[in-house]
């Protein structure tokens, strides 16, 4: 058939060598998969363990942000009325602390606002209170506790997607 081709149209074979070459060079680097989606999703969800069994990964984290979100909202509501002039709508940026605080950023008429609170006894309060200043964060109320317990796990409201993401 090969000889026929060459016979009929010898230019026809150029081409076809030139696909052919490609898809072989694709081939080798890894790039040409019949499902590269599925192949690239397995690849993010599982892993392999000490033992050499699979386990899943991706569900795990998912499962995991999915709680902190979670977790955020029900903080938010218990805080709210610590936030000075502001609401839980209006918190766009959260972290958690080392010790178990968490830093709330909110938007006020005043300016920006980031409260530090800590839970006690099952009650939140407020130890601090930060406005934007010149250099950074200033103190406003309370004692500066950044550096004493930095912010860990940063968490951001995409308005968007309407839920917490996390950006760390």
């Not at 081409?15 to 790039?31: C, H, K, N, S, T």
């Not at 040409?32 to 969800?45: G, V």
């Not at 130890?127 to 860990?152: H, K, R, S, T």
Request: a negative charge; zero cysteines; proline letters at 4%.
């Amino acid at each position: 058939m090969l000889r026929f081709l060459l016979k009929k149209n010898p230019i026809i074979i150029l081409p076809l060598l030139g696909v052919v070459a490609i898809g072989i060079f694709l081939w080798q680097r890894g790039d040409f998969s019949p499902t590269p989606q599925k192949e690239e999703q397995k690849e993010k969800t599982s892993s392999t363990n000490n033992n050499g069994s699979e386990e899943l990964v991706g569900d795990e984290e998912m499962v995991e942000e999915t709680e902190q979100r979670s977790t955020i909202d029900d903080i938010l509501t218990d805080i709210e009325p610590l936030l000075a002039n502001g609401t839980k709508e209006d918190v766009k940026r959260f972290w958690f602390a080392r010790d178990g605080g968490v830093y709330a950023e909110y938007q006020t008429r005043e300016g920006m606002r980031m409260a530090y609170l800590q839970s006690r006894n099952g009650a939140w309060e407020r130890a601090a209170l930060y406005g934007a200043g010149e250099n950074g964060w200033e103190i406003i109320e309370g004692e500066d506790v950044i550096f004493l317990n930095p912010p860990q796990e940063f968490w951001e409201y995409n308005t968007g997607a309407r839920q917490w993401e996390k950006k760390n």
